[in-house]
């Protein structure tokens, strides 16, 4: 039996716009308006407007709503102060990442979990489950939200036309309450593509006059709406991580080199923690494969999946690769074993359907921007 892709809040105003639309996580959404690489290079050099209505937002309240977080995940939510946000991960009893998280402490017993979409029902059942017991509640509020976001360099200057919230003040990986022409939101910080720029939580009967204000207010310096085929090669050149790529439930934090949002000192037991000490200390004694990047000699673009291999062996496999705007050649991430894994290493190519390219191995990220 064949499910319907659920609709957005800006669903209409999509097509409207000329939007190719695509099935992702069960959601249709926008791939492109017009030019994916007009598009990317926009947030690069101006703004990008964004609907990531289909992130899956949680919430959770109460007395021990901090104390389930940390039961839950892997980093030490009851160090976040109110206001500000933590990147983390929720893992398996055996260190298997779930999902990689942002969470926002809105409250002294206040929290929102926000998931990727493709895994919001299983982070939701998760911490339900992880939850019982707490004086705490979990509740799903995937349907109370519309995620709009502006990114790039413009974005500062053209929420600031909209809004008389301290946007000055607020810090990376940070939100507070404002009002955005007019609408009430979330205002956040926490971006996914390498740039400056604000993700905005509204309730989705706004979302169509936010959107439409955002655009009138980003008209004079170059904002374009954005699809997700660039918001991919914006994270991808900033080494971003995407959940099924380079995080999956076969890998560790540690194996995915982010063992730092693992935090031991916390106190109590948490979901995962034999297994993690188990990995981190493999990790440190012998390393698993590291996730590198790879630069393109050639004009061949790499997909996940594909071996990446030196002197005849297969050392490793690529996770995302594409085109780069910023760059001008193809790029990927890929997990490859640990002496191959410093940057310089010769002799590293991509097996592209039987044919052997070379790559350049680079430290990740390929790019990060003048601050």
């Given at each position: 039996?064949?499910?319907?892709?659920?609709?957005?809040?800006?669903?209409?105003?999509?097509?409207?716009?000329?939007?190719?639309?695509?099935?992702?996580?069960?959601?249709?959404?926008?791939?492109?308006?017009?030019?994916?690489?007009?598009?990317h290079n926009a947030v690069r050099?101006?703004?990008?407007?964004?609907?990531?209505?289909?992130?899956?937002?949680?919430?959770?309240?109460?007395?021990?709503?901090?104390?389930?977080?940390?039961?839950?995940?892997?980093?030490?939510?009851?160090?976040?102060?109110?206001?500000?946000?933590?990147?983390?991960?929720?893992?398996?009893?055996?260190?298997?990442?779930?999902?990689?998280?942002?969470?926002?402490?809105?409250?002294?017993?206040?929290?929102?979990?926000?998931?990727?979409?493709?895994?919001?029902?299983?982070?939701?059942?998760?911490?339900?489950?992880?939850?019982?017991?707490?004086?705490?509640?979990?509740?799903?509020?995937?349907?109370?939200?519309?995620?709009?976001?502006?990114?790039?360099?413009?974005?500062?200057?053209?929420?600031?036309?909209?809004?008389?919230?301290?946007?000055?003040?607020?810090?990376?990986?940070?939100?507070?309450?404002?009002?955005?022409?007019?609408?009430?939101?979330?205002?956040?910080?926490?971006?996914?593509?390498?740039?400056?720029?604000?993700?905005?939580?509204?309730?989705?009967?706004?979302?169509?006059?936010?959107?439409?204000?955002?655009?009138?207010?980003?008209?004079?310096?170059?904002?374009v709406p954005a699809g997700l085929?660039?918001?991919?090669?914006?994270?991808?050149?900033?080494?971003?991580?995407?959940?099924?790529?380079?995080?999956?439930?076969?890998?560790?934090?540690?194996?995915?080199?982010?063992?730092?949002?693992?935090?031991?000192?916390?106190?109590?037991?948490?979901?995962?923690?034999?297994?993690?000490?188990?990995?981190?200390?493999?990790?440190?004694?012998?390393?698993?494969?590291?996730?590198?990047?790879?630069?393109?000699?050639?004009?061949?673009?790499?997909?996940?999946?594909?071996?990446?291999?030196?002197?005849?062996?297969?050392?490793?496999?690529?996770?995302?690769?594409?085109?780069?705007?910023?760059?001008?050649?193809?790029?990927?991430?890929?997990?490859?074993?640990?002496?191959?894994?410093?940057?310089?290493?010769?002799?590293?190519?991509?097996?592209?359907?039987?044919?052997?390219?070379?790559?350049?191995?680079?430290?990740?990220?390929?790019?990060?921007?003048?601050?």
């Amino acid at each position: 039996m064949s499910t319907a892709p659920r609709l957005t809040a800006l669903d209409a105003l999509h097509r409207s716009l000329g939007a190719t639309m695509t099935d992702f996580a069960g959601w249709d959404m926008p791939l492109r308006y017009a030019s994916e690489r007009d598009e990317h290079n926009a947030v690069r050099t101006k703004a990008g407007l964004f609907d990531l209505s289909h992130m899956g937002e949680i919430t959770l309240t109460g007395p021990e709503a901090v104390k389930v977080l940390d039961y839950a995940l892997v980093g030490n939510i009851s160090t976040v102060g109110v206001g500000r946000a933590r990147y983390t991960h929720i893992c398996q009893e055996d260190g298997g990442i779930l999902d990689d998280l942002i969470v926002y402490r809105l409250g002294e017993t206040e929290f929102m979990v926000v998931a990727n979409a493709s895994n919001a029902q299983v982070v939701l059942d998760a911490l339900t489950e992880r939850a019982a017991g707490f004086d705490a509640e979990v509740r799903d509020d995937r349907d109370a939200y519309a995620l709009i976001a502006v990114q790039g360099p413009e974005s500062p200057g053209i929420l600031k036309s909209l809004t008389d919230a301290d946007l000055d003040g607020l810090k990376y990986y940070a939100g507070l309450p404002g009002t955005v022409a007019g609408v009430p939101a979330l205002i956040a910080r926490t971006g996914y593509t390498g740039e400056d720029g604000f993700e905005l939580f509204v309730s989705p009967e706004h979302a169509v006059e936010l959107w439409q204000a955002l655009t009138e207010a980003g008209e004079g310096v170059g904002l374009v709406p954005a699809g997700l085929s660039c918001r991919d090669t914006l994270r991808l050149e900033a080494g971003m991580p995407l959940y099924g790529h380079e995080l999956t439930t076969s890998l560790t934090p540690f194996d995915a080199g982010l063992g730092r949002v693992v935090k031991f000192e916390k106190e109590g037991d948490f979901v995962g923690r034999a297994a993690l000490e188990a990995a981190a200390e493999a990790a440190a004694t012998k390393p698993p494969r590291k996730l590198v990047g790879l630069i393109a000699e050639g004009r061949r673009v790499p997909r996940a999946g594909f071996p990446v291999v030196a002197g005849g062996e297969v050392i490793g496999e690529v996770t995302s690769g594409a085109p780069s705007p910023t760059l001008g050649k193809p790029i990927a991430m890929a997990y490859v074993d640990a002496e191959h894994a410093a940057p310089g290493t010769s002799g590293v190519g991509v097996d592209i359907r039987g044919t052997h390219e070379a790559y350049e191995v680079v430290a990740l990220p390929f790019y990060k921007r003048q601050k």
